[in-house]
């Protein structure tokens, strides 16, 4: 699910970012924490989050944001 990341797994913070979620049935949720990151899965969630700052840096750089 694409949640604001609080830095988990090594996302900066306020970067909205596809998380692994815990639902508890009522409405609420929390990004499950504590798998082990490989280097290749390490390496992917780099590359995305890259992509994805640069994205807003270019929306930002456009005052859309």
Do not use: H
């Amino acid at each position: 699910m694409a949640v604001t990341s609080n830095g988990e797994y090594g996302v900066p913070a306020g970067l909205t970012f596809g998380f692994p979620i815990v639902a508890d049935g009522k409405g609420g949720w929390k990004v499950k924490e504590g798998f082990e990151i490989n280097e290749f899965a390490a390496d992917k969630i780099k590359v995305t989050t890259d992509e994805l700052i640069g994205e807003r840096d270019e929306v930002q750089a456009l005052g859309l944001i």
